[in-house]
């Protein structure tokens, strides 16, 4: 058979429903919407919603699935994302997957003590340096709650210690439209103004309704905020199979895109075609503990479908994997942070949180896990690479020279090549001698080195100015 010179690549694929699945979540989504509606108390939300031909009874919003869909197709379905630099660097579309970290961790568990206390501003800088140093990791989060900053103002300076000691693009999470306003404001300062963030935002707003079916004011005034400036926007319920969505899974999918697809009408109605985010955090409690869980099987898989319906739909997806329950950086960490973010990745998950830092159920942040699964997330980097086939790889005329009972080892193509093969700091394959004389590291402390290691980067500072105008901007803020 004649070989061609085209490289043939299929990406790994998963898919966890079907095309008629896909169609009958989608119709039970439009009847939520239709027949009960959503919870909406914001005076100026309910006077646009009536006004574009939903149906509002009091604090309950009827909305008819030509509103919604008319929401989908105005949205875009691609979203690029800038370092401060101005460099775009995610670029969310179709199926493609750019891992990054969890937030608003209220614990922070000591690299080199091992010690668990309350996550504080250097706690916040440290781990953002960290998230700077780790390639794989394409944006930044808000780590932590900087439990010694005043409670009215943490959320915007825990976004300039980010801004300061990272330069990725920022997904933050703030408690009303005043605190949107301000981050978006450092932003502008930092990228250089309107038109070149326009280009590549270097934020994202995350926004949560309350499942099931619900808007706070608050929450509803941000989505609106963000429509109308263009800051793109997640829009992330948490259903949680048992409590607060149905326990079965397709139940709580329909719930999910119900609540996500809700807020979609409401920003398009506002900003036609400003840049937004679907998704949720479908999970489940854990009837023995009643906990949320991060680590569940199910939160995996009901990701997995939540992705594809965001596929089916062309709107960017915001995913989730790499967390977990365990409290230690141990093998349950490091099993459940594997098998969700290979998931997530092999199902296109778009933006995807909580790679790095989410334990003990989303309440503690661990250095030494950011860096073990960033690991993770390089190690299936390379997985969804899939395999080239190209009359290079394929490689006939090498095994031709070689010949049988040759070698590869000196071979010109073998020095060409063998640099792609994946290698890991943590991860060690000596033969038991050469470990034992190398110091018989142990898995936890070979992590640890690495991480007290990757924790001395800093970023370049910001130029000496603009440090002095953010001080100025944090006296304003109340």
């Known amino acids: 058979m004649a ?6 690549y299929f990406k790994p694929r998963l898919q966890v429903v079907n095309d008629d699945q896909i169609a009958q979540i989608h119709m039970a989504t439009l009847d939520v919407l239709e027949r009960t509606g959503v919870k909406i108390t914001h005076p100026r939300a309910l006077e646009i919603l009536a006004g574009a031909g939903a149906r509002v009874s009091g604090d309950r919003v009827r909305i008819p699935g030509w509103l919604v869909e008319d929401a989908i197709r105005k949205a875009p379905s691609r979203i ?32 080199g003590t091992h010690t668990r206390s309350r996550f504080v501003s250097d706690n916040v800088k440290a781990t953002a340096a960290l998230c700077d140093a780790l390639p794989h990791f394409k944006w930044c989060m808000t780590i932590g709650m900087a439990d010694d900053v005043p409670a009215d103002i943490a959320d915007r300076v825990i976004a300039r210690q980010v801004f300061e000691n990272c330069t990725k693009p920022l997904v933050f999470c703030c408690k009303d439209t005043n ?9 502008l300062l930092l990228c250089g103004g309107t038109e070149k963030f326009d280009q590549a935002p270097t ?15 608050p929450a509803i005034e941000k989505v609106m905020f963000c429509a109308e400036k263009r800051i793109p926007l997640i829009n992330f319920p948490a259903p949680q199979c048992c409590g607060s969505s149905p326990a079965t899974f397709a139940g709580a999918l329909v719930q999910a895109s119900a609540e996500s697809l809700s807020g979609l009408v409401v920003h398009q109605l506002v900003g036609p075609g400003a840049p937004f985010i679907y998704g949720a955090f479908t999970t489940i409690m854990d009837m023995r503990s009643t906990i949320f869980s991060y680590g569940a099987v199910e939160m995996s898989l009901m990701t997995a479908a939540m992705a594809q319906m965001a596929q089916s739909y062309g709107l960017p997806f915001f995913g989730t994997a790499g967390a977990t329950d365990a409290k230690a950086c141990d093998a349950q960490a490091g099993a459940e942070a594997a098998w969700q973010i290979l998931s997530a990745a092999a199902a296109g998950s778009g933006l995807v949180h909580d ?9 503690v942040a661990s250095p030494e896990f950011m860096v073990l699964v960033h690991d993770i997330v390089d190690a299936v980097d390379h997985y969804m690479q899939g395999i080239a086939v190209t009359a290079e790889t394929l490689a006939l005329e090498v095994i031709d020279r070689v010949g049988p009972g040759g070698h590869y080892l000196q071979d010109p193509h073998t020095l060409k090549n063998f640099k792609k093969i994946k290698y890991s700091d943590i991860f060690e394959r000596m033969v038991y001698d050469q470990w034992k004389a190398a110091g018989s590291k142990t898995f936890e402390q070979r992590l640890q080195a690495e991480t007290l290691k990757k924790m001395s980067h800093r970023p370049s500072p910001l130029p000496v100015e603009t440090t002095k105008t953010l001080d100025e901007m944090q006296k304003s803020w109340q």
């Open 179 to 187: 605190s949107v306003k301000d981050i978006y404001e450092m932003a």
């Open 203 to 217: 934020v994202v707003h995350y926004s949560e309704p309350i499942s099931p079916l619900v808007y706070f004011d």
């Open 355 to 363: 790679c790095s830092s989410w334990m003990d159920h989303g309440s």
């Open 3 to 8: 070989m061609t010179t085209d490289e043939l």
């Open 80 to 111: 690029v994302l800038g370092k401060r630099t101005g460099e775009r660097t995610v670029v969310l579309e179709r199926d493609k997957s750019f891992f990054g970290p969890s937030l608003d961790c209220v614990d922070y568990l000591d690299p």
